[in-house]
């Protein structure tokens, strides 16, 4: 059963332009939803995250959405450049010590100069 | 600031052969810690979880095993490899009362 659906599953775009991933989930229990980014043969590193008493939340050019009622979130990034060009994850899990963290299947980004 | 190193980079291993790797965390204080299972061009699979010295809770079967013999340290393994095995492992941690995952370098699994 696959509770976290990432969208889309790889994405191209121009340098400065803006980049758009989404993610849903199933189950009402979550309530903290990371975005990872993971560089080829390297361990994924926390971008941002955001809690369900939130609906947005920035960092630099990276800005994530949460939408409660529909159980979707997104990850915006402005003026992408080609370093962002990665895979990125979203995950969602309660916000408890020793939680399970579930992962989505991961967008692949190409950011072309 | 806390530094997480796991062991060795890579490997390449023989179906049926014996595996352990490893994972530690310095200059953090009884941290929870996780053992991930990534496939190629796949997603993660949290497969133990470790709040204390001594306790491993199993999220997912995979014919594996953890063990946590110090506070810093946290080890995976294995007495016969499967082809299935092959992935990438990776280790993290959260502050005891934390939720926030960070995650090491990995270890890159071959078997043949």
């Known amino acids: 059963q696959q509770q976290v659906r990432q969208s889309p599953q790889s994405l191209t775009v121009w340098e400065g332009g803006t980049t758009v991933l989404t993610c849903s989930y199933e189950d009402s229990t979550f309530n903290y939803f990371p975005w990872y980014q993971q560089f080829p043969g390297e361990g994924p590193a926390l971008l941002i995250s955001i809690l369900s008493v939130s609906d947005k939340k920035e960092d630099g050019r990276f800005t994530t959405f949460f939408n409660k009622r529909e159980k979707k979130l997104s990850l915006h990034i402005i003026d992408s450049q080609p370093g962002d060009s990665a895979t990125y994850f979203c995950a969602a899990s309660e916000m408890n010590a020793g939680a399970k963290l579930t992962f989505g299947g991961g967008t692949r980004l190409t950011v072309r100069p | 600031a806390q530094t997480i190193h796991q062991w060795p980079v890579a490997e390449i291993k023989a179906v049926g052969s014996p595996l352990s790797l490893g994972c530690t965390i310095k200059g953090k204080s009884s941290p929870n810690l996780y053992w991930y299972w990534q496939a190629t061009g796949g997603t993660l699979q949290q497969l133990f979880y470790s709040i204390t010295v001594g306790q491993v809770e199993s999220v997912v079967q995979l014919n594996l095993s953890a063990s946590r013999p110090k506070d810093d340290q946290f080890i995976l393994s294995t007495e016969k490899l499967l082809l299935s095995h092959s992935g990438f492992y990776l280790c993290?941690?959260?502050?005891?009362?934390?939720?926030?995952?960070?995650f090491g370098p990995g270890t890159r699994l071959t078997v043949l």
């Open positions: 993290a941690w959260s502050r005891r009362d934390g939720y926030e995952q960070y």
